[in-house]
């Protein structure tokens, strides 16, 4: 058996090394190739060494003859992604990061760190970790600003840290509860099965449209209501001339009750139900009188003698969240202290927490002192979705900051006629006022997934939904003002978890099959993020000049 097990690994290895250098050189320059870029604005971004399990598949995909996948696959792993660290204890993360980031440096090429150690992560499910107590955070960020040093870096600060705070973690487990009591008996819970053959790759040369409608024909449709709705609508030369306006005509998202099904979801990779926010109009024949812009202030009421000492204590759910918005602050400032690191706050995504929701909690964790906030991270919302849902945050902290309510600001909910008014009477001029952003489109190729209709069960649509895909390219290039990249944050092929679904399992009764755990490979999904990539992976040089 030894000596049985010892030809296969030998096998392996020289298969592995007889295939890699074959692929590297046409792959990474087609996979890399919106990265590479000369510009002194466009950052090249960094691509960490890869998982070695990846490479364990590509070569046993090189083994069995499918050069193809294998090729596709080399591609998505050896592409710039985003480097995580959580759960290391400081000395060892010191270590790490300061390895990363001078290897980077040596390269001349920008690393994205997304760190994950945040006290309380995850609600206790798939992802659950984190430092023990604010002190080992503190401790734990100080290393890491150690290992950074005076060297360039971006920072995805906590994914889901603010999106999913303590006093979100009981609210959704007791929705996890009801849900479960109205659930019928009779029933057992819907299987989905996946597909059981995934498309071959694209063929370079073919369209790569998704089989969903085209983004284009959902603007269409909403400039034509538009156009029905506002007679007096602006015109396309008048839009285009004002840079407070998106470049994008795309479709405004689903409302957020509509996006993500109640449940206990975990951090980085969760999506609880939108909190309840105040109604917003949606196509409406007239416009209601949009809100002042600065609302006149009462004369202030002299407090009694006992309620002084109450006046500046801040209102917070419980301990817990209290602190975690001193971590967060915390690491906001230990980091952008460094000189060269810009650091990035969750904020969540377009189908989860309304504007008025999340822009109050960017606010108390340091926004002001942040770079600006990270949207989509290890989510699937398309990127229109993110760009502008992004600008309607931006706007609104723009707008906070001035002294404005952000309960009245423009939400993604609301109609894209009715949000740009808000946005021309409050946004301001001077784009550099405003807060930037980045997005993850690591697997956003096919945009987010939703059960067929029936399944009795927890869909748990961040949970290694079936036939997704790769999404466009990281890069810092990105055509938007305030869009400062498009990163891999999440690492394509990495597992969410095990994905039961409300479910005993150990099964995810969706695909059928026991998930591997949080952080580890998952070869099925990782294969198909690479078949149904959008735009698609393309795994052969071309000739210049065809």
């Known amino acids: 058996m030894r000596k049985r097990r010892k030809i296969l ?142 060297r360039k870096v971006l920072i995805v600060l906590e994914p889901d840290s603010l999106s999913l705070l303590p006093s979100d973690c009981a609210d959704e487990s007791n929705a996890d509860q009801t849900a479960a009591e109205e659930q019928p008996t009779a029933e057992q819970p819907a299987v989905e099965q996946p597909p059981t053959d995934l498309p071959p790759l694209p063929d370079p040369g073919a369209s790569t449209s998704p089989p969903a409608a085209s983004a284009a024909q959902d603007a269409a449709q909403d400039a034509a209501q538009d156009a029905a709705q506002s007679p007096d609508a602006q015109s396309p030369d008048a839009q285009a001339a004002d840079p407070r306006l998106p470049a994008s005509e795309d479709p405004a998202p689903k ?40 609302p006149v202030t009462p004369d202030p009421v002299t407090p009694d003698a006992e309620d002084v000492g109450d006046l500046d204590t801040p209102v917070v759910e419980d301990p817990e969240t209290a602190a975690r918005y001193s971590e967060i602050n915390y690491a906001v400032d230990a980091l952008t202290a460094l000189g060269n690191t810009s650091v990035y706050l969750d904020a969540g995504h377009a189908g989860w927490h309304s504007v008025s929701s999340i822009v109050p909690r960017l606010i108390k964790a340091g926004i002001d002192r942040a770079t600006g906030f990270a949207l989509n991270v290890s989510h699937y919302q398309t990127d229109p979705d993110s760009a502008w849902y992004g600008r309607l945050i931006s706007s609104c902290l723009a707008y906070a900051d001035e002294g404005g309510d952000p309960e009245d600001c423009a939400d993604q909910s609301w109609s894209r006629r009715h949000a740009r008014r808000w946005l021309h009477a409050h ?34 649509s961040w949970c290694n939904p079936p036939a997704r895909g790769l999404g466009r390219r990281p890069t810092t290039r990105t055509g938007d003002a305030l869009l400062d990249a498009a990163l891999w944050v999440k690492t394509p ?54």
């Not at 993500?260 to 196509?283: C, D, F």
Request: charge should be negative; aromatic fraction near 6%; include cysteine.
């Open 255 to 294: 409302p957020a009750e509509a996006q993500e099904p109640s449940g206990l979801e975990p951090s980085a990779s969760q999506t609880p139900a939108p909190e309840p926010s105040a109604e917003q109009p949606g196509t409406l024949p007239e416009l209601p009188p949009l809100p002042t812009p600065d």
């Open 427 to 460: 946004v301001p001029d001077d784009p550099g006022r405003m807060k930037h952003f980045v997005t993850d489109t690591s697997r956003n190729g096919q945009g987010p997934w939703a059960p067929r209709a029936g399944a009795h069960l927890d869909a748990q």
């Open 9 to 150: 690994t030998v096998s392996t290895a020289v298969v592995a090394a007889a295939t890699l250098p074959l692929l590297i050189s046409p792959v990474v320059s087609a996979a890399a190739r919106e990265d590479d870029d000369d510009s002194s604005r466009t950052a090249r971004l960094y691509a960490p060494p890869p998982d070695r399990d990846s490479y364990r598949q590509v070569a046993r995909l090189a083994w069995r003859g499918d050069f193809r996948d294998s090729a596709g696959l080399l591609a998505m792993v050896r592409t710039p992604q985003a480097v995580w660290y959580g759960d290391e204890s400081p000395e060892r993360v010191e270590a790490l990061v300061r390895r990363t980031t001078r290897s980077a440096d040596m390269q001349g090429r920008l690393p994205v760190l997304a760190l994950y150690n945040i006290p309380g992560r995850d609600c206790g499910s798939y992802s659950s970790g984190g430092a023990d107590g604010l002190a080992a955070y503190e401790a734990w960020i100080d290393a890491v600003a150690e290992g950074i040093g005076d």
């Open 493 to 546: 092929g990495e597992s969410d978890g095990r994905c039961l679904r409300g479910t005993d399992g150990p099964l995810d009764p969706v695909r059928g099959t026991v998930n591997p755990d949080a952080g580890e490979w998952f070869p099925e999904q990782a294969l198909e993020l690479v078949r149904y990539a959008e735009p698609s992976v393309e795994v052969f040089r071309r000739t210049h000049g065809r």
